[in-house]
C-alpha cells in the first residue's frame, strides 16, 4: 500500500515551516503594598509555559538582631516613585547580562511588618535555573543596596527606634527632595537616622 500523496488525486502536500514562535515578551511586575504578601502570588505571575525554572526569594522579620538583642518588628518607608524607577533600572540590567529570564516580580511590604511576616517576595522566571538564580542575587543586592525603600528597627527591651540604611539611601535621604535632609547632620551614619515622622508602629 502506497501511502504517498499523488499529484494528481487533489490532496494537497503537508507544509513544513522551519520558522520558530516569537520569543514571550517579559514582563516586570512590582508591589508596593501595605497587606502581607503573598509568594503564591508572586510565583504565579512569573509563571510561563516556555520556562522550566521559577526562583522564588522570601525575606521575613527575624527576631535576634546583630547585637543580640530581640526585635519586636520592622517598619518600611519608600519613595515609591523612585523604588519603581530603580526597579526598572534593575530589571533592564538583569535582561542585559542574562537574556534568557522572561518574567521579574518584586513585591515590598511597607507599613509595620511583625517577626516571621514577610518585608520582600520577589521571582524570576527562566527556562533554565541557573540564569534565574544568579539574576535573583543581582536583584536582591540592587533592592537593598539603592532602592530608596528604609526600614525602622524596634526592639522590644526599650523600644528602640533605630533606622537601618545603606549608604546609598543614606545619601538619598540627605537630598532636599527626600523630605528627610533637614532632620540630618553632617554626621548622621547608618544607625542613627531619625524619620520625620513620628507616629508610632502599629502592632
Known amino acids: 500500500m502506497n501511502c504517498q500523496n499523488n499529484p494528481d488525486d487533489g490532496v494537497p502536500p503537508p ?36 520556562c522550566g525554572a521559577v526562583a522564588l526569594f522570601i525575606g521575613m522579620t527575624r527576631e535576634d538582631c546583630p547585637d543580640g538583642r530581640k526585635v519586636m518588628g520592622l517598619e518600611y518607608e519608600a519613595y515609591e516613585a523612585m523604588v519603581h524607577s530603580e526597579l526598572a533600572r534593575l530589571c533592564r540590567d538583569i535582561r542585559a547580562r542574562w537574556p534568557a529570564v522572561v518574567h521579574i516580580c518584586v513585591h515590598h511590604r511597607l507599613g509595620w511588618v511583625k517577626v516571621g511576616e514577610a518585608s520582600v517576595v520577589a521571582a524570576i522566571s527562566s527556562p533554565h535555573r541557573r540564569e534565574g538564580h544568579q539574576a535573583m542575587a543581582l536583584l536582591l543586592d540592587g533592592l537593598k543596596a539603592g532602592a530608596p525603600v528604609w526600614k525602622k528597627r524596634s526592639r522590644s527591651e ?26 540630618l547632620s553632617p554626621t548622621t551614619t547608618r544607625s542613627s537616622v531619625t524619620s520625620p515622622h513620628s507616629n508610632p508602629p502599629r502592632r
Open 158 to 183: 526599650d523600644g528602640t527606634l533605630t533606622w537601618i540604611v545603606s549608604e546609598a539611601q543614606l545619601g538619598f535621604l540627605r537630598s532636599p527632595t527626600s523630605g528627610f535632609s533637614r532632620r
Open 15 to 50: 507544509i513544513f515551516s522551519s520558522k520558530m514562535a516569537a520569543p514571550e515578551k517579559g514582563r516586570d511586575i512590582f508591589k508596593l503594598s501595605r497587606d502581607r504578601l503573598s509568594a503564591e502570588e508572586a510565583a504565579a505571575a512569573v509563571g510561563s509555559a516556555s
